[in-house]
């Protein structure tokens, strides 16, 4: 396909790519991970961009890397010994080309507005993927929740609240949950929305079944990577039965991650945490998986207490550097389920050379980008987090309409629409990079689909 393209029109979208990445680079200082997301994404653009050269003339891509608006915050708070705490509250509202601003918000030390413009950009393509109109954002806080009390918990999330509320609504901007941020701090942050908008709207997501949730909804990301993964293996006539499975995290996406692929017979051999990873040669099955919810979400213990639970378990404390030895048990199948770049170039070559056939992302961004082109250039079926994890907000979309309509689903049939919604999501994406000469390419395909419909929605609504 490239050989047909005249020299010039290829020479001017590298031109116009690189003058993107170096702005990029120079009006976001110190912003690395929304500088490897940028490039992720716009270096594997360039076949949309030689075919609708309207997408340069209109500078399109350089619209879309600059969020429509970043707003920050300070939150104060009181601690349990009556000192006053400040942290730093965030909203990146990235784009509302296809939809009001719909993404997560997450509390995790290593928050900043890098990492939040990193998150709202790929939250942009993904959300595009789903089909539903919802933009792109992302927010959230430096505050650490490990080791606060409940009351604590509960004083932050009003505190944040207080400062977000005018900033979002149904119909502007609809926050959720990420790291940091389950079923229970949604409670306190819907609580403090209500209490100060005095009306009932579906203005966060994630909300309780008894109270405007939907069904679904905590599962919906971890279910639809595993649904996204039986997609792929599918077109090489193959199934999750009897595959070793490597997981990473022990959160919301790792837990249901492990239950969607228990259920459809793969066998998981590990989790982990910040701290360190257990290994599981016997496997997590549906009973020590409980164990895990309850250590996680309620006693929110570490993942070092699995070993000490269940016998031939072993735990090994995370190292650090650049290789992660969890990446290093034998598997066929891998399913990062944690945070950005947890994947190195070093970790890619070891799940490859130990065969590893399928990469699928739950997590955002896990595998840095020399990892993405190991396993393309190896034949293994990778799918980037933009499409894997979509199910999430893709629930998120369905508990907006059943808010705006008054009803509540049955989980069957919120579960049907998500199988549903994930294959097409896996036949457009796998479509797109055939259709733009990278069939097998899940991450060309993810993009160019993802970034064409907010293109052309950018188009239509102002063309300059
Ligand atoms: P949770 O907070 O529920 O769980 C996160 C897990 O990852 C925890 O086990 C946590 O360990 C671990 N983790 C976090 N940071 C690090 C780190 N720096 N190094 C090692 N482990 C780490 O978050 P979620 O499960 O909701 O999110 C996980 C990933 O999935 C994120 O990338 C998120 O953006 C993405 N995602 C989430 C969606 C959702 O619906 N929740 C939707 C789409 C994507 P510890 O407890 O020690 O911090």
Request: glycine content about 10%; some cysteine.
């Amino acid at each position: 396909m490239a050989s047909r393209t005249p020299r010039h029109a290829t020479a001017r979208v590298e031109e116009h790519l690189s003058a993107l990445l170096a702005k990029v680079e120079m009006k976001n200082p110190g912003e690395p991970e929304f500088h490897q997301a940028v490039r992720e994404v716009a270096t594997t653009l360039r076949p949309a961009l030689l075919r609708y050269p309207r997408y340069v003339d209109e500078k399109i891509l350089e619209r879309l890397v600059e969020p429509d608006r970043v707003i920050s915050f300070g939150v104060n708070w009181v601690d349990d010994s009556g000192t006053v705490q400040v942290n730093r509250g965030f909203r990146v509202q990235m784009s509302s080309s296809i939809g009001p601003y719909k993404g997560g918000l997450r509390f995790h030390p290593s928050v900043y507005a890098g990492v939040l413009k990193f998150l709202g950009f790929e939250q942009t393509l993904k959300n595009s993927l789903t089909t539903l109109p919802m933009g792109g954002a992302k927010g959230g806080s430096d505050f650490d929740p490990k080791g606060r009390s409940e009351s604590e918990i509960r004083r932050f999330c009003q505190s944040f609240m207080t400062e977000l509320y005018p900033y979002i609504g149904e119909f502007t901007d609809i926050p959720a949950g990420d790291i940091g941020v389950g079923a229970r701090e949604i409670g306190y942050l819907f609580g403090q929305y209500k209490r100060i908008a005095k009306r009932f709207v579906g203005a966060i997501t994630g909300k309780g079944i008894k109270w405007g949730g939907s069904e679904i909804r905590q599962e919906a990301t971890g279910y639809g990577a595993v649904y996204f993964a039986q997609e792929m293996l599918r077109t090489r006539d193959e199934d999750l039965e009897g595959r070793t499975c490597l997981v990473s995290g022990s959160g919301n996406v790792a837990q249901f991650t492990v239950e969607k692929l228990v259920q459809l017979g793969g066998r998981v051999v590990t989790l982990s945490d910040s701290d360190g990873f257990i290994h599981d040669p016997a496997g997590v099955d549906l009973d020590k998986l409980e164990w895990v919810k309850q250590l996680k979400n309620e006693r929110r213990g570490r993942i070092s207490e699995y070993a000490a639970e269940f016998p031939h378990a072993t735990y090994k404390a995370a190292r650090g550097g650049d290789q992660n030895p969890m990446w290093s048990v034998p598997a066929q199948c891998a399913f990062p389920c944690a945070t950005q770049n947890e994947i190195s170039a070093k970790d890619a070559d070891t799940l490859v050379k130990n065969g590893v056939t399928l990469v699928v992302e739950g997590a955002n961004m896990p595998t840095v980008p020399e990892g993405i082109d190991r396993f393309i250039a190896s034949g293994v079926l990778y799918a980037p987090g933009k499409a894997a994890n979509a199910g999430g907000v893709a629930v998120s979309g369905l508990e907006m309409a059943q808010d705006m309509q008054l009803s509540q689903w049955t989980r069957e049939e919120v579960d049907a629409r998500l199988q549903t919604i994930m294959r097409r999501i896996h036949d457009s994406v796998r479509k797109t990079a055939e259709d733009y000469g990278h069939g097998g390419n899940y991450s060309v395909g993810a993009n160019i689909a993802g970034f064409v419909k907010v293109a052309d929605a950018m188009l239509d609504e102002s063309p300059i």
